[in-house]
C-alpha cells in the first residue's frame, strides 16, 4: 500500500476524472486515490469504476447518496484512509485547479521536512493564481485576510483546498465535530491544527481556474465561510478545542 492517499471530491466531473486519475498516477511518488462521489448526474462514477480494473490497488472510489458538500466528503474520506495504513492523506480538487504534480512538494513537506499539514498556498509568495477575474481573486485574497484577522492564524491562505495531513494530525482531530462543510472547512480544519500545537506550513503554488465544467462555489458557501470564522475564534477562546479522545 502506497503511503499517500489523494481524496478527490466529484459531482459532476465526466470532463476531468480520467484525466486527473492519470496524472496523479504517473507521478514518481506512489500515490493511491480514493474518489468521494456525490452521485454525479453525468456518469462521474461510470468512469471511475470503468478505471478500477487498471489500477485495482491504487483506484478506490467512495459513493454516496445526495450532494452532500465538500467538507463532509472529505471528513468521510479522511475517516475512510484512517481505517487503512495510509501516512499521509491529501485534499485535492478534480478539475486541474491544483497541479497534481504539486502533491510530491506537498508529500516532501510532510515525509522529509517534518511538518504536520502542508498547505498548497496560492498567497504565500504573492498572488499565485491564473484565469480568474480580479473580483473573485480580490475576494479570495482578502476574506484569506479577513480569516487571519479574526482567528490569529498566521496563515496566508486560509482556505486553501490543496493540503497535506500527517496520518497523527487526522487522528487527534475529533472529525465529527467539525461544523462546517463548504470552503469554511478548510479555514475550520486549518484553526484546529493550529490550536492542537501542529506545525502548519505553507508550500507556494500556481492555481490554475478549471477550464472543463463548472464551479462548485456559491453565495452560501462565500457566506458559511465569512461568519463562520467568528464562531471558531469564540471556541477556540472557550477552548473547545481539543484533541479526540483516543478509544
Do not use: C
Not at 158 to 177: H, M, S
Amino acid at each position: 500500500m502506497s503511503k499517500g492517499l489523494v481524496i478527490i471530491p466529484t459531482f459532476n466531473e465526466k470532463e476531468n476524472i480520467e484525466n486527473i486519475i492519470r496524472t496523479v498516477f504517473k507521478l514518481k511518488t506512489p500515490f493511491d486515490i480514493l474518489v468521494v462521489e456525490d452521485s454525479s448526474p453525468d456518469g462521474t462514477a461510470t468512469i471511475v469504476k470503468g478505471l478500477k480494473p487498471e489500477f485495482p490497488e491504487r483506484l478506490n472510489i467512495l459513493e454516496r447518496k445526495g450532494k452532500l458538500g465538500l467538507g463532509t466528503a472529505y471528513i468521510s474520506g479522511f475517516k475512510w484512509a484512517l481505517k487503512r495504513d495510509y501516512n499521509y492523506i491529501f485534499e485535492m480538487d478534480a478539475d486541474f485547479s491544483h497541479n497534481p504534480a504539486d502533491l510530491e512538494r506537498l508529500y516532501f513537506s510532510l515525509n522529509t521536512e517534518h511538518a504536520d499539514v502542508a498547505i498548497g498556498s496560492r498567497y504565500i509568495t504573492g498572488v499565485n493564481v491564473v484565469n480568474w477575474p480580479m473580483s473573485r481573486v480580490l475576494m479570495s485574497y482578502y476574506a484569506s485576510a479577513y480569516v487571519r484577522l479574526v482567528t490569529g492564524m498566521n496563515i496566508r491562505d486560509t482556505t486553501a483546498g490543496f493540503v497535506g495531513w500527517t496520518r497523527k494530525v487526522l487522528e487527534a482531530i475529533d472529525l465529527d465535530k467539525i461544523k462546517f462543510v463548504g470552503y469554511a472547512f478548510q479555514i475550520e480544519m486549518k484553526f484546529t491544527a493550529v490550536k492542537l500545537g501542529y506545525n502548519v506550513v505553507e508550500v507556494p503554488i500556481i492555481f490554475t481556474d478549471r477550464t472543463l465544467g463548472e464551479s462548485k462555489m456559491n453565495k452560501t458557501i462565500f457566506r458559511e465561510a465569512i461568519f463562520g470564522v467568528i464562531s471558531l475564534r469564540r471556541r477556540g477562546m472557550m477552548g473547545k478545542i481539543r484533541p479526540r479522545k483516543q478509544t
